[in-house]
């Protein structure tokens, strides 16, 4: 093998390297234990209102209207989605931090609508190394 062969070998293994460990980052991701919640949202209240999730581990919400146009806003982890009757919305993120945080509805949808928050509780996963 010449020298100019040898680069080219060297460069081509780099290449599928690179990409059997982009392979590998996306199956680590698709994590089995990934956390599916669904949320309602009606005048004037997020049903559940409280949503326990790991740290680390990828969250999918589902987020439908049984009523109205709402919004649903996680400022903490600059989210936000459209909640409308009808429609699954789905966002998913990894939730980076532990802690107490608090989501609203950004659709002004009437008197109460102030009050309709949730809570997001994002506990340490003890179990990811
Ligand atoms: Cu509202």
New binding site residues.
Partial sequence: MNMKRLITYTMMVGALTGISMVGRSTAREMRTDEQVVRITAST?QFQPSTITVKKGVPVTLELVSEDRH??FKLADFHLRAEVKPGVVERIRFVPDKAGKFTFI??????DG?ED?TGTLLVLEDSIRP
Avoid at 105 to 110: I, L, M, Q, S
Wanted: glycine share 18%.
């Fill in positions: 004037f709402h919004g509805c950004d659709v002004f949808c009437g609508h309709m």
